[in-house]
């Protein structure tokens, strides 16, 4: 079973179009992240959160803890933006158990 | 800062040999992590740490040892290593409850 689920597993976009990947998650967290894994394959971080929005640039990642169930949401995409995105959340019974998803794939093109 | 660096970023071993991924952070963090990357699969953890001197298993910990003599390095060892070890494997460290830091990446191929 997979503890950390995205969707959609892979996503092409045009330049400028908002853009939306979704997790889902089935334990209990201390906090979410989503990373940013680029085709050279370095993996950065680029939110934290445990509870409701934050935004960064173009990006804007938000958090429903009822329903667990987060977005990371892209705005006016750019081709810079073609990476994998990966959804973790940090398990609140472990600090040391990150479950991840499998990653959305993300291609934009120009 | 150099932040999280990983020395080899590639290495191709046969069936048997052995070899050392080396982790070095520059960021004071106690907790360390090696995770290993397969196509299709989310980021699984091998081996952890939460301080110098400390080790820990993971979910994939067979076939892997680990060592943190000092706070700044975490070294991941395949004693003998086999075509399932092939894989890209990633370091990260942390500082308690924050976020993780990713070094660059090893891809090991194992033949």
């Known amino acids: 079973k997979n503890e950390v689920e995205q969707s959609p597993q892979n996503l092409t976009a045009q330049e400028g179009e908002f853009i939306t990947i979704n997790c889902s998650y089935s334990v209990g967290i201390s906090a979410l992240h989503w990373l940013q894994q680029h085709p050279g394959g370095g993996i950065v971080s680029l939110f934290m959160l445990s509870s409701g929005k934050k935004k960064h640039g173009r990006l804007i990642a938000t958090i429903n803890i009822q329903e667990k169930h987060s977005s990371l949401h892209i705005t006016a995409s750019h081709p810079r933006d073609s990476a994998v995105y990966i959804c973790a959340v940090r398990s609140l019974y472990n600090f040391n158990k990150f479950y991840f998803g499998s990653g959305t794939k993300l291609n934009v093109k120009p | 800062n150099a932040g999280v660096t990983q020395t080899p970023k590639f290495r191709v071993l046969k069936t048997g040999q052995s070899m050392t991924l080396l982790c070095a952070q520059d960021m004071n963090h106690e907790y360390m992590y090696w995770y290993r990357q397969d196509p299709g699969m989310g980021l699984r953890l091998i081996h952890y740490?939460?301080?110098?001197?400390?080790?820990a298993k993971g979910e994939v910990p067979d076939g892997y040892n680990v060592s943190r003599l000092k706070k700044q390095n975490f070294l991941l060892g395949l004693e003998s290593a086999a075509p399932s070890q092939t894989s890209v494997y990633f370091c990260?460290?942390?500082?308690?409850?924050?976020?993780?830091?990713f070094g660059p990446g090893t891809r090991l191929t194992v033949t």
């Open positions: 990260a460290s942390t500082k308690e409850a924050y976020e993780q830091y």
């Open positions: 740490s939460v301080g110098e001197g400390t080790t």
